[in-house]
C-alpha cells in the first residue's frame, strides 16, 4: 500500500526552526514524482508551499516561504524534507506533503506545526 507519512511537526516559538519529514513507501519512489508541500489552517484553502521536481531536483517555492524554508529529498531514505527557519505565527498550519499532482496525487495525513510564544 503507498503511502506518505510525515513527521517532525510540532510547537516552536517565533524565530525557530523545524524540519519536516515525509517518508514513502509501498511503491512511491520520491525522485519519480514532483513531490510537493502544502498547508492549510481551519477555514482556510489549502496553500502550495515547496515542491522538488521530479528527477531534476529543481526546487520552488511560495513567495511567502521563500528565503526561509528548504524543500530537498533523500533518495536512498525515499524520504522528502521541509527545513524551515525564521518560522513566523503566520507559518502555523498542518502540513501535508504530495506525490504526483491533480487527481493523481497521493497524499500524506498532515503534520501540525504550531508557531507560537
Known amino acids: 500500500q503507498m503511502q506518505l507519512v510525515e513527521s517532525g511537526g510540532g510547537l516552536v516559538q517565533p524565530g525557530g526552526s523545524l524540519r519536516l519529514s515525509c517518508k514513502a513507501t509501498?511503491?512511491?519512489?520520491?525522485?519519480?514524482?514532483?513531490m510537493t508541500w502544502f498547508r492549510q489552517t481551519p477555514g482556510k484553502e489549502r496553500e502550495w508551499v515547496a515542491r522538488i521536481f521530479r528527477v531534476s531536483g529543481r526546487a520552488d517555492y511560495a513567495d511567502s516561504v521563500k528565503g526561509r524554508f528548504t524543500v530537498s529529498r533523500d533518495n536512498a531514505k525515499n524520504t522528502v524534507y521541509l527545513q524551515m527557519n525564521n518560522l513566523e505565527p503566520e507559518d502555523t498550519a498542518t502540513y501535508y506533503c504530495?506525490?504526483?499532482?491533480?487527481?493523481?496525487?497521493?497524499w500524506g495525513k498532515g503534520i501540525q506545526v504550531t508557531v507560537s510564544s
Open positions: 504530495a506525490a504526483g499532482s491533480g487527481s493523481e496525487a497521493k
Open positions: 509501498g511503491g512511491i519512489v520520491t525522485w519519480y514524482y514532483t
